[in-house]
């Protein structure tokens, strides 16, 4: 069974910066992707960066050029790096993991999410 521990979240001025990681622990067959997604407050919740096994990354609009995602395979760890923060980042941010198994099965997982406040 997966699980992912996530951290860095907190309060930040607008213009600052946060480093969200997320670590997964528990066996992965074969990663599929990892990513980052957030809720705010009366909204769906969005996509907001993915890295591939292959380490094609993709980005929504809204943080383009800002957030930047990495991984560390050998921790099997993601991180969001996010720059320029401003109020409209403010989230609960969660990371997901997209893997299969070794008989082939697909799973989904969610970390517990970690609150990004923005503050102007």
């Known amino acids: 069974q997966v699980q992912l521990v996530e951290s860095g979240g907190g309060l930040v001025q607008a213009g600052g910066s946060l480093r969200l990681s997320c670590a997964a622990s528990?066996?992965?067959?074969?990663?599929?992707?990892m990513g980052w997604y957030r809720q705010a407050p009366g909204k769906q919740r969005e996509l907001i960066s993915i890295i591939t096994s292959g380490g094609t990354t993709n980005y929504a609009d809204s943080v383009k050029g800002r957030f930047t995602i990495s991984r560390d395979s050998a921790k099997n760890t993601v991180y969001l790096q996010m720059d320029s923060l401003k109020p409209e980042d403010t989230a609960v941010y969660y990371c997901n993991v997209k893997y299969r198994s070794r008989i082939g099965l697909v799973y989904d997982v969610w970390g517990q999410g970690t609150q990004v406040t923005v503050s102007s």
């Open positions: 528990g066996t992965i067959f074969s990663l599929n992707a």
